[in-house]
Nanobody, 114 residues
């Protein structure tokens, strides 16, 4: 069973920063595209950023220049560094392996207050 364990959410003021972490198994980490999604109450889950096994990265337009996805192979961990946070970034963030039909973490709440 694939497990993804997230941490790092919390409450932050607008303009502040948070770093989310997602730990998984070496096999999952090595073979899969790893991503971060987010979902607000009553809305569909959306992709925020993803990083491919070869190291390529993609971001949605609204977070480009503010968020950075990275991976640490020694720790089997994927990070999402979130800077210049805005109130509209308030969501539950989910770590993902292998896209929408893949595997999910339990979610971590990020709340940005003005």
């Amino acid at each position: 069973q694939v497990q993804l364990v997230e941490s790092g959410g919390g409450l932050v003021q607008a303009g502040g920063s948070l770093r989310l972490s997602c730990v998984t198994s070496r096999l999952t980490f090595t073979l899969n595209t790893m991503g971060w999604y987010r979902q607000a109450s009553g809305k569909q889950r959306e992709l925020v950023a993803r990083i491919f096994p070869g190291g390529g990265r993609e971001y949605i337009d609204s977070v480009k220049g503010r968020f950075t996805i990275s991976r640490d192979s020694a720790k089997n961990t994927v990070y999402l560094q979130m800077n210049s946070l805005k109130s509209e970034d308030t969501n539950v963030y989910y770590c993902n392996a292998n896209g929408l039909t893949g595997f999910w973490g339990q979610g971590t709440q990020v709340t940005v207050v003005s």
